[in-house]
T-cell receptor
């Protein structure tokens, strides 16, 4: 099956810093989504981005489908950005998303 | 409802018992998914429904696990003869089908934490 690798596994930032999280996948995909899991466990959808670039406030994402990777950019980080960021992909259009292991982000005040 | 609702939020049971976990998706979402998440891991796919039928149940670990969605809305995940290794957070999500094909953003519930003693 398709493999999803996220890096780095852990990241500690000072409030106000910028960061880039990476997601590599082993095969072509029709669906790629980024999620944030907050410290209470709630998973929030950030982006649906199988290709191209999207921005939402301080967050933006870029997927280069031909090179099988996606990047999530967080600018001017805040303590509320802390949590685990997951990338999830689907190879076909069948609805089965495969999640990476996540990047755990801690933003210090 | 406004979001995906899961009950119970916490369930503690004894090894060998039967458990049911319920998911009420976002109104109008045709696709419903069950995932399982262990501590420190990403969510692991179990099954998804398109309407009333299970479109892909390849993630169910064994025949002790079963899920239904009889009217195309609420779903129940059923676990028979629970084992300690079944302890995890069980997550439900729903989504719309995209006009261009495939499925859109997944919206997750808060999960049901199952502990098997």
């Amino acid at each position: 099956g398709i493999q999803v690798e996220q890096s780095p596994p852990d990241l500690i930032l000072q409030e106000g810093a910028n960061s880039t999280l990476r997601c590599n996948f082993s095969d072509s995909v029709n669906n790629l989504q980024w999620f944030h899991q907050n410290p209470w466990g709630q998973l929030i959808n950030l982006f649906y981005i199988p290709s191209g670039t999207k921005q939402n406030g301080r967050l933006s994402a870029t997927t280069v489908a031909t090179e099988r990777y996606s990047l999530l950019y967080i600018s001017s980080s805040q303590t509320t950005d802390s949590g685990v960021y997951f990338c999830a992909v689907e190879r076909n259009q069948g609805g089965k998303l495969i999640f990476g292991q996540g990047t755990e982000l801690s933003v210090k005040p | 409802g406004a979001g995906v609702s899961q009950t119970p939020s916490n369930k503690v049971t004894e090894k060998g018992k039967y458990v049911e976990l319920r998911c009420d998706p976002i109104s109008g979402h045709t696709a419903l998914y069950w995932y399982r998440q262990s501590l420190g891991q990403g969510p692991e796919f179990l099954i998804y429904f398109q309407g009333t039928g299970a479109a892909d149940d390849s993630g169910l670990p064994n025949d002790r696990f079963f899920a239904v969605r009889p009217e195309g809305s609420v779903s129940t995940l059923k676990i028979q003869r629970t084992e300690r290794g079944d302890s995890a957070v069980y997550l439900c999500a729903s989504s719309l089908k995209r006009l261009a094909g495939g499925f859109g953003e997944l919206f997750f519930g808060e999960g049901s934490r199952l502990t098997v003693l």
